[in-house]
């Protein structure tokens, strides 16, 4: 049974049960212990599960919302070479849609020498960093604000997007995997992500490793309907290569090790 294959039955097991220990799995998958407590510890890196003393348990974090300022404080030079790769494929005079945050506020900064532009956003701190730019159109939706994210969601949210259209939607969110794509903890957030998502003819995901392989609790987009996904190279290679096989254009930044970003695709 392949790397890939194993680790996502350990993660239907631990979804399951909530709890598993070691010698279970290698009775279930027919792999050896010290196979599986690799498999959980990278199951663990990417917030799938916690690992205990001869096992593991499904974390309680499926439907906790970071807050900005959490989120903010990590993986931060992956986050700016994401926002350069991104960058690259704005074109002035574009319309794009930009989602709330903090990888897509690093590329919010990049668009503010744009001699002309229209972004559509319901991040208050994407419209913030936009300010300066004079040359940038900035829409901002209505709805209710969500503090935790400095974002504005719910039905007027959605509603202010149906009648828009723009050429790319540069989304975020708390987990993306192979199997459901998208997702984020929050039903609020998750339907104004899906509103944001289809007011653009293309969906382009930016998330890094640390989002790669990590279920939230509300699916967003799935994975069939992403055309790109910008992440980093410390992204699990195993699920990077699912999305390639599914049709996705993987994109990677890589981070050198002094890092400073550099960005390159492959």
């Known amino acids: 049974m392949l790397a890939v294959e194993r680790r996502r039955r350990i993660a239907e097991i631990i979804r399951s049960r909530g709890v598993v220990a070691v010698t279970e799995l290698a009775e279930a998958l027919s792999a050896s212990e010290i196979t599986l407590r690799r498999d959980l510890r990278v199951l663990a890196d990417q917030g799938i599960l916690m690992r205990t003393h001869g096992g593991a348990v499904l974390p309680a974090g499926l ?65 913030q960093a936009l300010m300066p730019a004079s040359r940038v159109e900035v829409i901002l939706t209505g709805g209710t604000l969500r503090r935790s994210i400095h974002a504005l969601v719910g039905p007027a949210a959605e509603d202010s997007l149906r ?41 382009v995901v930016l998330a890094d490793h640390t989002k790669v392989g990590v279920e939230t609790m509300v699916q967003t987009v799935p994975l069939e309907q992403i055309s790109i996904l910008i992440t980093d190279d410390g992204a699990d290679p195993d699920q ?11 994109r990677v930044a890589r981070v050198i090790e002094s890092r400073a970003a550099v960005v390159a695709s492959a």
């Open 163 to 203: 009648s828009l259209r723009a050429s790319q939607t540069f989304i975020s969110g708390n987990g993306l995997t192979a199997e459901r794509g998208l997702s984020t903890p929050s039903p609020l957030v998750a339907a104004a992500d899906r509103a944001l998502a289809a007011a653009a003819q293309q969906i």
């Open 240 to 250: 990077v290569a699912e999305m390639r096989a599914a049709g996705v254009d993987v």
């Open 63 to 127: 439907a906790h919302e970071p807050t900005y300022s959490e989120k903010a404080s990590q993986a931060a030079a992956e986050k700016a070479a994401i926002a350069r790769l991104a960058v690259g494929m704005v074109r002035p005079g574009d319309s794009i849609v930009l989602g709330a945050g903090t990888t897509t506020l690093a590329l919010a900064h990049l668009l503010v020498d744009f001699p002309e532009l229209t972004v559509v956003t319901n991040s208050l701190l994407v419209a």
